[in-house]
Nanobody, 118 residues
Framework: QVQVVESGGGSVQAGGSLRLSCAASRSTYCTYMGWYRQAPGKEREFVSGIEAGGTTEYADSVKGRFTLSRDNATNTVYLQMNSLNPEDTAMYYC?????????????WGQGTQVTVSS
């Protein structure tokens, strides 16, 4: 099985920055990796995603503030979050579309908490 592990969450004041990391546990090449978030009482929502070739997409709410990049050598993606505001407070989840046993599956991490105080 492939495990996806997030790190880098924490608490920051409004206007601050955090960088989240997400790595797949095996030496496997995940064709797509992305970030979602879920705030208390709300549904999980898409934040950003990146294709193997580097093409990125962002939710409108984070465009211009968040930047997603990937290191294909380590199968790790990095979500740089700048100009954070309290509305960004949520549990952030990483997922990856990764091969296992000749097929592709979506794997989810356990999440990392981001808290932005005003």
């Amino acid at each position: 099985q492939v495990q996806v592990v997030e790190s880098g969450g924490g608490s920051v004041q409004a206007g601050g920055s955090l960088r989240l990391s997400c790595a797949a546990s095996r030496s496997t090449y995940c064709t797509y990796m992305g970030w979602y978030r879920q705030a208390p009482g709300k549904e999980r929502e898409f934040v950003s995603g990146i294709e193997a070739g580097g093409t990125t997409e962002y939710a409108d709410s984070v465009k211009g503030r968040f930047t997603l990049s990937r290191d294909n050598a380590t199968n790790t993606v990095y979500l740089q979050m700048n100009s954070l505001n309290p509305e960004d407070t949520a549990m952030y989840y990483c997922n990856g579309k990764c091969p296992y046993g000749g097929l592709y599956y979506i794997y989810w991490g356990q999440g990392t908490q981001v808290t932005v105080s005003s």
